[in-house]
């Protein structure tokens, strides 16, 4: 397999390579996970040289789900060169460089503007350690949004989660669901519907309007709209296939993707709440089907014990993974992101 992707790696240089074709290869967000990746992502790959102003550029554009790779070799896909650019999943992609999760731990992001000054000050950081560790340069970073709770228990609080057994997608949030006397279970986002239709979990957390193109309501009763995480992606590409680029072609693609990312900000933001309507069954609900879950409110106490999470479970727990592969990765986090966090 290796061996393929190295040939792969030499025929996409040749391919980015203006003079001889300007076909980029991009593997982008699963199918399943919806609007964004439907209304948002798609087409300004598929409209790729007007949307970054590279005449003759095409992108070759496949999502993740259709590939038949898993989203968790996305990193090691893109340092082989197998895909110029990839939309990156960056928790599914955590367990290869545990840096990336320095952006969204649980309980950092309680909202959109607070996620904003976490990227500002750590995506640079993620930046360089792709570099250094996957040849890889960070185009990019937006949210999914609010990651939130599913659960088709009765749930009031959650304590409730005690003893159940709740989906999650990175090892920062199990340790969290752990902690809450759960079991966290982690389960790929295209199997999740299921898996919660045949009782393999009681709960399960991801993005509303995710959960909604999804089909989640369908199989689950309950819903709190509280925020664990943001669920931070972001975009990379290559780097041999980014200095085959002149310098100013880096400026215009660059540009492109900065504006692509500012729209999914916005979007993300507009979908969240109304996708929150739309699973239960409240107005308007302009972008999703209509479900009837019944909508838990977070308590004062579920609202401070995510507030703490951060010094108590998420970066003590991170702090040890993140610097045993990364040296000095807790200290520049604390330098920069952590600096106002009274830690």
Do not use: H
Not at 32 to 55: C, H, K, R, Y
Not at 201 to 220: F, K, L, R
Not at 277 to 301: H, I, K, R
């Amino acid at each position: 397999m290796f061996r393929k992707f190295a040939l792969g790696a030499t025929a996409l240089a040749a391919l980015a390579m203006p003079a001889a074709s300007e076909t980029l290869r991009v593997m982008g967000q699963p199918v399943a996970t919806g609007l964004i990746q439907e209304n948002v992502e798609q087409p300004f790959f598929e409209n790729f040289a007007e949307e970054t102003g590279l005449e003759g550029f095409v992108a070759d554009y496949q999502p993740v789900d259709v590939t038949g790779i898993k989203d968790t070799e996305q990193l090691r896909i893109l340092k082989s060169g197998l895909f110029d650019i990839v939309s990156l999943r960056l928790s599914q992609v955590s367990r290869d460089e545990p840096t990336i999760l320095g952006l969204d731990l649980v309980g950092l992001n309680p909202d959109y503007a607070t996620g904003r000054e976490t990227v500002d000050a750590f995506a640079p950081v993620v930046d360089a350690q792709l570099q250094k560790a996957f040849n890889t340069k960070l185009l990019g970073v937006w949210p999914f949004g609010p990651q939130v709770l599913f659960c088709e228990p009765e749930i009031a609080s959650l304590a409730d989660l005690k003893g159940l057994k709740v989906r999650v997608y990175d090892q920062n949030l199990a340790e969290f669901v752990s902690l809450l006397g759960g079991t966290p279970v982690p389960i790929g986002f295209p199997e999740v519907q299921q898996s919660l239709a045949r009782g393999v979990v009681d709960c399960a957390i991801t993005g509303p309007s995710s959960a909604n193109s999804a089909g989640w309501p369908e199989v689950s009763s309950y819903t709190m709209p509280i925020a664990f995480q943001l669920a931070m992606n972001g975009y990379g590409i290559n780097l041999d296939t980014w200095n085959a680029l002149s310098s100013d072609q880096q400026v215009m693609l660059q540009a492109g993707f900065d504006t692509l990312s500012e729209r999914i900000w916005t979007y993300s933001e507009e979908l969240f709440i109304d996708a929150v309507n739309c699973n239960t069954g409240a107005e308007p609900c302009e972008t999703g089907t209509q479900y009837d879950l019944v909508l838990v409110e977070p308590t004062a106490a579920d609202k401070e014990l995510v507030g703490t999470a951060v010094p108590n479970v998420s970066f003590p727990a991170w702090k040890e993974v993140c610097d045993a592969s990364n040296p000095g990765c807790s200290a520049v986090w604390m330098e920069t992101v952590g600096a106002d966090k009274n830690m």
